[in-house]
């Protein structure tokens, strides 16, 4: 599976949106993006995926450059309990069976 | 909606002693995953079982070994316990072959600790 690069961290003001960026320069065609977020010593929590489209759903958004070689997870209204590990990670998803394999992730703190 | 369950939640053991955490996917989920999270680290992939068949290995030590029963529920079993392994274990399922994606869900994790 592609390498991801995320900053290792990020704040973000409470109630602002929250741009995480990620860079995937090397991601094959059959491969999805995933974000997950982990909040302190909890599971892992999907987020959002997609392969070349954006996505939106009730949690964030997800922003996928033309070229695929990077996206953005946009949490449009971030509150505190968005205070997480937040996780890209690329995934071939054919077979259906490929682990997540998880990076460094970005440290997101978001201040009252 | 029903989630991953993991049994039991927190464990200590002594060094050199077994453990065993065990894992109930979602419902008609096929595929379950282990994974290993260690202070202040990322989590990392032990081995994952699909159809009750091992699919993939990753870091898996030789003293652990695991399992995935009928019911599809899964066992992990760690052997010859060390100080190292103190850690967060995570399972986590998803369904083959749907429209969703094959979306991993994790469940809230098994602390282990060896003293």
């Known amino acids: 599976d592609a390498k991801t690069t995320q900053p290792p961290s990020m704040d973000c003001a409470e109630g602002r949106a929250a741009n995480l960026p990620c860079n995937h320069s090397t991601i094959s065609g059959n491969e999805y993006v995933y974000w997950y977020r982990q909040i302190h010593s909890q599971g892992p929590q999907y987020i959002i995926h997609?392969?070349?489209n954006n996505e939106t759903n009730e949690m964030a958004s997800l922003i996928i450059t033309e070229d695929r070689k990077s996206s953005t997870l946009i949490l449009p209204h971030a509150t505190l309990r968005d205070t997480a590990v937040y996780y890209c990670?690329?995934?071939?998803?054919?077979?259906?069976?490929?682990?997540?394999?998880f990076g460094s992730g970005t440290r997101l703190q978001v201040q009252p | 909606a029903a989630g991953v369950i993991q049994s039991p939640r927190h464990l200590i053991k002594e060094k050199r002693e077994t453990a065993t955490l065990k894992c109930y996917p979602i419902p008609r989920h096929d595929t379950v995953y282990w994974y290993q999270q260690g202070p202040g680290q990322d989590p990392q992939f032990l081995i994952s079982?699909?159809?009750?068949?091992?699919?993939d290995k990753g870091s898996i030590p030789d003293r652990f070994s695991a399992q995935q029963f009928s019911d599809y529920h899964s066992e992990l079993n760690m052997s010859s316990l060390e100080l190292g392994d103190s850690a967060l274990y995570f399972c986590a399922s998803s369904l083959v072959g749907t429209a969703s994606g094959n979306t991993i869900y994790f469940g809230e994790g098994s602390w282990l600790t060896v003293v």
């Open positions: 990670i690329v995934r071939v998803v054919r077979t259906g069976r490929r682990a997540l394999t």
């Open positions: 997609g392969l070349k």
């Open positions: 079982f699909y159809e009750k068949m091992q699919s």
